[in-house]
């Protein structure tokens, strides 16, 4: 018979680890695993800025990677979390 895999609620091999308030140690170790499993470039521009580092011929990969990033991340919080900081975005907007 196979084996099942146990994942906790919200995890899954496809979708980011979600976010909802608590334990971001353990969230942070989940997304740093998560996106380096896609694209270690990934990791690198959310936590270095990596952008400034691609070669500046190559804009269409530099808005890809940052496009990617920010997907991950807003699928990464539930919706308190992504409320939060939709609202810390629209105050420096003004």
């Avoid at 979708?15 to 470039?41: A, H, Q, T």
């Avoid at 190559?58 to 990033?69: F, G």
Wanted: aromatic letters at 10%; glycine letters at 4%.
């Amino acid at each position: 018979m196979a084996e099942k895999f146990s994942f906790g609620e919200g995890a899954c091999l496809n979708n980011p680890p979600l976010f909802c308030g608590m334990k971001y140690g353990l969230w942070c170790i989940r997304m740093k695993f998560f996106v380096e499993s896609l694209d270690k470039k990934i990791w690198n521009v959310i936590t270095k800025n990596y952008l400034m580092s691609i070669s500046e011929n190559d804009s269409s990969e530099t808005e890809h990677l940052d496009c990617i990033a920010m997907n991950i991340i807003v699928y990464a919080l539930d919706s308190n979390e992504l409320l939060k900081v939709s609202e810390c975005m629209s105050a420096k907007e003004m």
